[in-house]
């Protein structure tokens, strides 16, 4: 398997506006195994986004080394696609122009327009071919988002907080598209992500991060099978578990009533 991630004593340092020096990111030390689905947790600010630009090769460390398997990360790469909050499709290009952009810059397009077809059905947008992006929902326009980075065949895939603005329902219909992409494509997955039982639901490893300048501050492995129990015992625990780091658990103690 390829797309093994492996980030080496990374710090990275901004200049603020009044001169001083922001570090966002503070000796950051981790190994994702190829195929392996991995959350980042942490609180705003902390510096999560700023990993995942690194990863992309859209910015570049202050200090240390970033490779994916055996190469060091230099600059971006359709092997790492990146997907946001707001997909950010082309608004002037209809979804199967969108889905099929990655492919036309490559000039690959001609080869594999079968491509383009087979990614808009695994999204499920069949029959959207000639929407534009704003005669869409939020779903559907995160699920062509999706399909505009899969379509480049990444062997890393990067997901910053992709399913944010989604409302719940779409949100886990989604979170279970998620999981039938990564086990058909078995691409590396790094999901940004602010919701603990998304995080839970998803990964094989969750990495919490401390306030800013952020560091790892626990990681935690799920080894719990596919499909997940959202409210089987093992997943509360877990979530339990996690709400407890990022000191968000509440009142712990037991109820005073019973049901
Ligand atoms: N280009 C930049 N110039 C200056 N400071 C920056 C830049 N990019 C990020 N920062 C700072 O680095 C810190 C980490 O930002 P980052 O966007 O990585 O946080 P985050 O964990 O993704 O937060 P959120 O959960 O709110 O998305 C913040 O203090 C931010 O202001
Ligand atoms: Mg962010």
Same mark, same amino acid.
């Given at each position: &398997?390829? /797309? ?22 503070? =000796? ?6 190829? =195929? ?8 705003? =600010?902390?510096?999560? +986004? ?45 979804? $199967?122009?969108?889905?099929?952009? *990655?492919?036309?810059?490559?000039? @690959? ?5 079968? !491509? @383009?077809? +087979? ?7 069949? /029959? ?10 939020? /779903? ?5 988002? #999706? ?16 399913? *944010?603005?989604? %409302? ?5 219909? #989604?979170? %279970? ?11 590396? &997955?790094?999901? @940004? ?14 990495? @919490?991060?401390?306030? !800013? ?7 935690? %492995?799920?080894?719990? +099978?596919?499909?997940?129990? !959202?409210? =089987? ?5 877990? !979530? ?16 005073? $009533? $019973?049901?």
């Amino acid at each position: &398997m390829v /797309g093994a991630v492996n980030i080496n004593s990374v710090t990275k340092k901004f200049a603020a506006d009044d001169g001083s020096e922001i570090t966002a990111l503070n =000796g950051i030390d981790l190994k994702v195994r190829a =195929g392996e689905f991995i959350s980042l947790i942490g609180p705003s =600010g902390c510096g999560k +986004s700023t990993l995942l630009r690194l990863i992309a090769g859209l910015s570049k460390p202050t200090e240390g080394t970033l490779f994916i398997d055996e190469s060091e990360i230099k600059g971006t790469s359709y092997e790492r696609g990146l997907v946001f909050q707001n997909a950010m499709l082309f608004p002037w290009l209809n979804i $199967y122009d969108n889905i099929a952009f *990655g492919l036309k810059a490559r000039k @690959v397009y001609r080869s594999s327009k079968d !491509r @383009v077809k +087979s990614f808009i059905s695994m999204v499920s947008l069949d /029959g959207f071919e000639k929407s534009f992006p704003h005669q869409l929902s939020g /779903g559907m326009i995160q699920r062509a988002g #999706l399909a505009r980075v899969l379509i480049n065949d990444p062997k890393v895939l990067l997901l910053d907080e992709p399913l *944010g603005a989604l %409302d719940a329902f779409t949100r886990m219909n #989604l979170q %279970d598209e998620l999981i039938r992409i990564w086990k058909k494509e078995k691409m590396t &997955m790094i999901l @940004v992500t602010h919701d603990v039982d998304e995080a839970v639901y998803l990964s094989d490893r969750i990495v @919490v991060m401390t306030p !800013r300048p952020a560091k790892i501050e626990k990681i935690i %492995d799920v080894n719990l +099978s596919y499909p997940r129990a !959202r409210s =089987g015992s093992e997943f509360l625990y877990l !979530r339990t578990q996690i709400l407890k780091i990022l000191n968000y658990a509440g009142k712990t103690e037991e109820p005073g $009533y $019973y049901i």
